[in-house]
């Protein structure tokens, strides 16, 4: 029988289409530098233009005005019409008029003909704008068209404006023929231009940066090949920095790793060490056992020493072990009895009702989520420092309390651990938390606290002191999440209890 085909699920909707872009930084660069050369091009074709369409017309306004001096130089203004029409095609131009004393009068009128409206071009004020959108007016306007331009006299001083009509035929001929003399040009010089600008960036930014990523990459795959080891050269400015700071950075990194090297070395030994020491401890342990069952009084005096220094020892050797691992295992996250959790924790780290108690007002149904393992190691490190500085402190008899509370707030678990006992003293408060470093008591470790604070992390927590002094010290152990509500208790069933 054949075995049913499972229909593929549907394919994620696709994004969104992008504009492909290369990757690699010359081939972007090249790409950019084309596109604003271009673009540069671009703003320089129109104002080129628009100059090159006044300049024309400019210059067919001075030929209508000298032709139109011709025509005043007969006394009695009398020119034969051969002769009107002959200046006027000339001059390229249809008619001519002057403005004298407010008063507008043709100099070289043409035949009587139909002539179309022509559009203006006045020469004498233009914006900026108009300026631009001449030459493109110009190029769009239908065929046979006429222009009327109006410029300041230059030659006839006593008018106030010169005045003529010509057909923009030779002028869109002359514009088109200089648009694609001018865009050649351009091309080409900005070709020139951009070539050279590409040259010099890929030269100076784009090879030095691949030269740095090659030799990263490298290192890298290999930190120990020679060959890895970026060049520095001689440059003063930021890619020279970049490679002085990159060398710099891959010695002090290959000293690290060698360190590290020889500390991974070093601690496998001492490992090695100290599980043959935890044992050999052990066997002390048990021997010191038997002596206690002897009754020796001499013994009985010596022993409680002998016991508390291989106690000491043997706690040693085990946190040195728990912390020499390379990496603590992810939590194993479910819900955890708190106050259960809490009396085995109080009873591993030696409290007791009779020395230093532990006293909470915790539901006996009150839950938390965290890895019940971690959560015993946390919780063992903290109470056993707290019975243990209770008891090192004079006066106390080795008396005194642990009290535990919670509380719930935005997501997370808050259990506050506070003790009477003497304080954590200045000198340890800045390295509280430092392995090896941060140790409360006479020959600690300091691997206490860092262990639980590092396992309060791993469980998306914390662990911190929030207050500290001769009326003993308060930590707050942050765990994430808040488990369901417990069932509410039967009727007559005491929501809370001490030990």
Known sequence: MAEPVTPPAAPDKPPGRRLPWPGGLSARLLLLTALFVFLAGAFI??????????????????????????????????????????????????????????????????????????YLVDLRGQNPGSWLAAPFFTLKSKPGSLVRVMAEPRFRQEAEFVEIVLPDAPLKAHLIANFWRLAGVTLFAAGLAGGLIYLSLNFLLVRPMQRITKAMERFRADPEDPE?????????????????????????????????????????????INHDLRNMLTSAQMASDRLAALGDPKVAQALPRLERALDRAITLASDVMAYGKSKEPAPVIRTVGLRAALEMAAEDSGLTPQGVALETVIDPREQIQADPDQLHRILTNLLRNAREAIEGAPDRSGKGRVFVELRRADGMSHLRLSDDGPGVPARARANLFQPFVGSVRRGGTGLGLAIARELAQGHGGDLALVETGPGGSVFDLTLAGVPEPAPAPEEGEPAKSKP
């Open 45 to 118: 074709l129109p104002p080129a233009l628009a100059d090159l369409e006044k300049q024309w017309l400019l210059d067919r306004v001075r030929a209508a005005e000298l032709a139109s001096t011709i025509a005043d130089a007969d006394p009695e203004r009398r020119v034969t019409d051969q002769v009107s029409q002959r200046l006027l095609d000339q001059a390229g131009v249809v008619i001519v008029a002057l403005q004298v004393d407010g008063a507008r009068r043709l100099v070289l009128p043409t035949e009587p003909r139909a002539i179309e409206q022509p």
């Open 228 to 272: 890895a080891r970026v060049v520095v050269s001689r440059r003063r400015d930021e890619i020279g920095r970049a490679e002085a700071e990159l060398d710099a950075m891959q010695t002090d990194l290959r000293t690290a790793l060698q360190a590290k090297a020889r500390l991974a070395a070093l601690g496998e030994a001492v490992a090695k």
